[in-house]
């Protein structure tokens, strides 16, 4: 049976609950797909608890309600809703969809290649090899919109961010930081290793889902002829 998640009130109309432990770095995969399992839960929910807001981050979750005026505060019954339900939660996978990525490595579009490859002791080659044979799973969106933090990484690829970070990413940049990879959908500052780029629009606000990419979701790399 899954540990009591730890809830705690954010501001005048969220609630914060988090569900790996206290000294845990980051959330395994098991855990991280209970967690999309709540989500699903809590999107059948949404009128019925006043939901605004179901926002799933890396072994939390984010809730934010919005009550008519006058209207007594939800949270202290939502806390007690979200504690019965994690625990009625089952362990098991969702059936998210699979996104091939296109990829171009190195030269321009991916000046820390040679950095990544020195790090780890492996050729550029290696690094991509590693890089599109992997399967991702994107544990959840944030950062900016359409970000997707990606676990999967080989961990041989692993590399701390960069001492200095750039001022300015373009959108479409593939990159490395610690232990995931992601892809830049906006032009930003940012500290990860870039290793290649896409043309894949992972942000449109017109679409529907707005983001490309979803908790849950699969991603390849392929590596673009050069």
């Known amino acids: 049976m899954s540990s009591p998640p730890r ?47 179901i926002v799933p981050g890396m072994g939390n979750l ?34 998210g969809h699979t996104v091939e990525i296109p990829v171009r490595y190195g030269g321009d579009v991916g000046p820390d290649l040679n950095d990544v490859a020195r790090h780890c002791g492996l050729s550029p080659d290696e690094v991509i090899h590693l890089h599109t044979h992997a399967i991702y799973r994107v544990f959840c969106l ?29 959108a479409g940049a593939v990159a490395i930081g610690g232990s995931q990879t992601g892809i830049y959908p ?22 529907t889902p707005a983001a490309l990419l979803q908790p849950g979701d699969t991603v390849r790399f392929v590596k673009e002829a050069q």
């Open 62 to 95: 984010l809730l934010r309600w919005s009550v008519p005026e006058g209207a007594p505060c939800p949270y202290a019954a939502l806390k007690k809703h979200l504690g019965t339900l994690w625990q009625e939660t089952p362990q098991g996978d969702i059936a």
């Open 7 to 53: 809830i705690v009130r954010i501001g005048e109309d969220a609630l914060l609950c988090t569900l790996t432990a206290s000294d845990a770095a980051a959330p395994g995969l098991p855990l991280q797909q209970q967690l999309w399992q709540l989500c699903a839960r809590l999107e059948t929910e949404r009128e019925a608890l006043s939901l605004l807001e």
């Open 142 to 170: 944030g950062f900016q919109p359409g970000f997707a933090y990606l676990g999967g990484l080989d961990t041989r690829l692993h590399s701390p961010r960069r001492d200095t970070p750039r001022l300015a990413i373009p």
């Open 186 to 207: 906006l032009s930003t500052p940012g500290g990860w290793h870039i290793i290649g780029s896409t043309s894949v629009r992972l942000f449109d606000p017109a679409a």
